[in-house]
């Protein structure tokens, strides 16, 4: 057997990067579409990136298999992971408020 790969081979992984990318981008530019609220409704208040992280690479490795609100979920996991300063911040904004909420009540 040749270790060289054919042209073949090279072609198809190109075409295959080359989707990759086109995916990455159409992704990116839905992620930017999503507000810090949108993503909290949909992951939830005060995530730690490592849990993103792990949602993000579990629901990834078949997206066919996933429910519609498992996409969303998905979706916002990537705008949380891209966007992680607007995210947390409005994560401890909410926090704080509950807080105020509690001890003045």
């Known amino acids: 057997m040749s270790a060289q790969p054919n042209a073949t081979s090279i072609e198809n992984m190109h075409a295959v990067g080359g989707r990759a ?3 990455r981008v159409d992704a990116s530019r839905a992620t930017a579409a999503m507000s810090a609220d949108e993503m ?19 629901l990834s490795r078949h997206p066919g298999l996933n429910a519609p609100a ?7 996991g990537r705008a949380a992971m891209a966007n ?18 509690l001890t003045h009540g």
């Open 40 to 58: 909290i409704a949909r992951l939830g208040s005060r995530r730690a990136r490592w849990e993103i992280a792990a949602m993000i690479q579990t």
């Open 21 to 23: 990318w086109e995916t």
């Open 70 to 76: 498992e996409t969303q979920r998905l979706e916002a």
């Open 84 to 101: 992680w300063k607007s995210y947390s911040h409005a994560c401890q904004a909410r926090h704080n408020a509950c807080r105020l909420r």
